[in-house]
């Protein structure tokens, strides 16, 4: 899977959107981008993925540019619970790449 | 909605116990896997499972072994506890081995 880069931590007023960007120069064609999330001392929560076309769910936003060199997730009213650390991560669906792999993401603090 | 949930959110064991952790996941999924989360380790895959009964060594699977009698139900057996062992153990399920993987609540396990 290709390497993504996330910076390390990112601060964001309880209401805004925040926007936390994600690196990954080496994706290939058929890799998908996955965020994740984990709050403190609990599981990691799936958010979103795509492959090349923007995505929206109920909980965020994923825009890939165009050259899917990278992305950005977009959480668009930020609230307290949404404290977290961020996990942004590359994954071919084929062959034999079952297992999840998480680099350190970025802590994302939301304030009051 | 997407339901994994784990026996036991914190257990605190003795070296030599046999400890069971147990998870249940409600979505029909075939394929599901056991992690331990350490800091600095990040996630690391213990053992999957694709189908009843079927089970497959993840990277680090010595001093655990696994049980899938039932589609909805894995179970992970630390045979004789140890003080290395304890850490955050984490669920996941996914429909397609290679795609989404939904996690539990995870188990923080502590074997003194």
């Known amino acids: 899977d290709a390497k993504t880069t996330q910076p390390p931590s990112m601060d964001c007023a309880e209401g805004r959107a925040a926007n936390l960007p994600c690196n990954h120069s080496?994706?290939?064609?058929?890799?998908?981008v996955y965020w994740y999330r984990q709050i403190h001392s609990q599981g990691p929560q799936y958010i979103i993925h795509?492959?090349?076309n923007n995505e929206t769910n109920e909980m965020a936003s994923l825009i890939i540019t165009e050259d899917r060199k990278s992305s950005t997730l977009i959480l668009p009213h930020a609230t307290l619970r949404d404290t977290a650390v961020y996990y942004c991560i590359v994954r071919w669906s084929g062959g034999s790449n079952y297992k999840l792999t998480f680099g350190k993401g970025t802590l994302l603090t939301v304030n009051p | 909605d997407v339901k994994v949930t784990q026996s036991s959110r914190y257990l605190v064991k003795r070296t030599g116990e046999k400890v069971f952790l147990e998870c249940v996941q409600d979505?029909?999924?075939?394929?599901m896997f056991w992690y331990r989360q350490d800091p600095g380790l990040g996630l690391r895959l213990i053992y999957f499972s694709y189908d009843v009964k079927m089970k497959e060594k993840g990277d680090i699977p010595e001093g655990y072994s696994v049980s899938r009698e039932k589609k909805e139900r894995f179970s992970l057996i630390l045979e004789s506890a140890s003080t290395n062992q304890t850490s955050m153990y984490l669920c996941?399920?996914?429909?397609?081995?290679?795609?989404?993987?939904?996690f539990g609540p995870g188990t923080r396990l502590l074997v003194l």
């Open positions: 996941a399920s996914s429909l397609v081995l290679q795609e989404t993987q939904y």
């Open positions: 795509g492959l090349k």
């Open positions: 979505m029909d999924h075939e394929n």
């Open positions: 080496t994706i290939s064609g058929n890799e998908y």
